[in-house]
T-cell receptor, first 110, second 114 residues
Framework: GQSLEQPSEVTAVEGAIVQINCTYQ??????LSWYQQHDGGAPTFLSY????GLEETGRFSSFLSRSDSYGYLLLQELQMKDSASYFC???????????FGTGTRLKVLA | DGGITQSPKYLFRKEGQNVTLSCEQN?????MYWYRQDPGQGLRLIYY???????QKGDIAEGYSVSREKKESFPLTVTSAQKNPTAFYLC?????????????FGNGTRLTVT
C-alpha cells in the first residue's frame, strides 16, 4: 500500500524551532514534497526533496532519508503566521499519482 | 496571471442530486487532479488525468466521475451514489507528473449536501 503518516498536531511558541515528521510506505516514489495550508485555504508548495539530505529555503528546511522511509520539515524562527496545517506529499514513480500525508496542524503560541 | 479557477466557492445541493464542480487552468499543465478534504483531515485523491481524454481513479473514486475533453478543464461530478458528499473539494494541476513538479491548487469548492 501507499501511505504517509504524520503527527496530528504540534504546538510551539513564537521564535522557536519545530520539526514535523513524515514516515511513509510507498511502492516507489520520486521524492517528498511539503505543502502548507491555512484554514479554509488552498495548499501551497513549500519544498521538495528528490535526493536524501537537507534542502533549505529561508526559514524552512526539509530532510529526506530513503533508507529510513522518513522525512521532516523544519521551521525556524516561528511566527504566528506559520500556524497552519502542513502536509507531506509524494509523486509516485511510473504514474502521475500524487498522494498526501495525513497532515499536521501547527499551533504557534505568542 | 496564470492559475487554477474553481467555481463556485460554495455549493449547496439536496440529497439525491448530481452536482458538477468546475476546474479550469490556464497554466498549460498536462496533469490535473481532484482531491477531497474532510474537516481536520488530509487530502484524498479522487481522480487524476495526465492527458486529454484519459484519466485514472484515485483512492476514493466511488460515487464520482470526471471528464477531460480539453487540456484546460477537468470537471468533477459528484453523483447521488456518493454516500457522504459534503466536503471541501480541491482541484490541482502540475506541469508534468512525478519528480519535482509542484502541484498548483485552486481555491476549492465547499460542497454541502442536505
Amino acid at each position: 500500500g501507499q501511505s504517509l503518516e504524520q503527527p496530528s498536531e504540534v504546538t510551539a511558541v513564537e521564535g522557536a524551532i519545530v520539526q514535523i515528521n513524515c514516515t511513509y510506505q510507498t511502492s516507489g516514489f520520486y521524492g517528498l514534497s511539503w505543502y502548507q495550508q491555512h484554514d479554509g485555504g488552498a495548499p501551497t508548495f513549500l519544498s521538495y526533496n528528490g535526493l536524501d539530505g537537507l534542502e533549505e529555503t529561508g526559514r524552512f528546511s526539509s530532510f529526506l532519508s530513503r533508507s529510513d522511509s522518513y522525512g521532516y520539515l523544519l521551521l525556524q524562527e516561528l511566527q504566528m503566521k506559520d500556524s497552519a496545517s502542513y502536509f507531506c506529499a509524494a509523486p509516485i514513480k511510473e504514474t502521475y499519482k500524487y498522494i498526501f500525508g495525513t497532515g499536521t496542524r501547527l499551533k504557534v503560541l505568542a | 496571471d496564470g492559475g487554477i479557477t474553481q467555481s463556485p466557492k460554495y455549493l449547496f445541493r439536496k440529497e439525491g442530486q448530481n452536482v458538477t464542480l468546475s476546474c479550469e487552468q490556464n497554466l498549460n499543465h498536462d496533469a490535473m487532479y481532484w482531491y477531497r478534504q474532510d474537516p481536520g483531515q488530509g487530502l484524498r485523491l479522487i481522480y487524476y488525468s495526465q492527458i486529454v481524454n484519459d484519466f485514472q481513479k484515485g483512492d476514493i473514486a466511488e460515487g464520482y466521475s470526471v471528464s477531460r475533453e480539453k487540456k484546460e478543464s477537468f470537471p468533477l461530478t459528484v453523483t447521488s451514489a456518493q454516500k457522504n458528499p459534503t466536503a471541501f473539494y480541491l482541484c490541482a494541476s502540475t506541469r508534468q507528473g512525478g519528480n519535482n513538479s509542484p502541484l498548483h491548487f485552486g481555491n476549492g469548492t465547499r460542497l454541502t449536501v442536505t
